[in-house]
């Protein structure tokens, strides 16, 4: 999108299932009590993926993302929030890592291209938790309570989409080519 509209994209981060342990819970914890069925939400996320040509891998656990969250932060003023991102998310989705995990954190980090002695003193200080606060109240004052959701200015469209569905979503809201 950056390469072929003038648009700015800034993470946020979410609070997805923000309760869960450091050591992560099967997907039928996670369900319990919402009336999902684990095997129907896996294969739904599989069939989505498949359509917008991503990996993803069998999951069975879900892991709190909040410290991945908070190392997002740091890495976006580092000028690496992308890359960082794009490693945190084939780490989870992909080869099925314990993103709650300070070492596995770092290695993300390293592997981005970020000093990794600097990303375990920015987990251990906690330091851009109130970033991650402040993006979890903005969530909540928009209404936010799924992810992925792209919001342009009053506007949002809300889960995995494709290419061309964001790109008319640009257009129909005015956002010029480059």
Request: hydrophobic fraction near 40%; glycine fraction near 8%; aromatic fraction near 8%.
């Amino acid at each position: 999108m950056r390469e072929n509209f003038e648009v700015e994209i800034k993470w946020r981060a979410f609070p997805l299932h923000p309760d869960t342990p450091e050591e992560g819970l099967s997907l039928e914890e996670l369900y319990t009590g919402r009336n999902l069925d684990p095997r129907q939400v896996t294969d739904r996320q599989k069939r989505v993926a498949g359509e917008l040509g991503l990996p993803l891998r069998e999951r069975t656990k879900t892991y709190n993302s909040r410290l991945a969250t908070e190392l997002g932060k740091w890495a976006e003023t580092k000028g690496k929030g992308d890359e960082f991102h794009n490693a945190v998310f084939r780490a989870y989705y992909v080869d099925g890592v314990n993103i709650a995990k300070l070492d596995e954190l770092v290695g993300l980090a390293k592997a981005a291209g970020l000093p990794d002695k600097e990303a375990m003193e920015i987990l251990k200080t906690r330091a851009f938790s109130e970033a991650v606060d402040s993006d979890w109240d903005l969530a909540g004052q928009l209404g936010i309570s799924a992810i992925p959701t792209f919001v342009l200015d009053d506007w949002a469209v809300v889960g995995a989409q494709s290419y061309e569905v964001l790109e008319k979503f640009l257009l129909d809201h005015m956002v010029k080519r480059k």
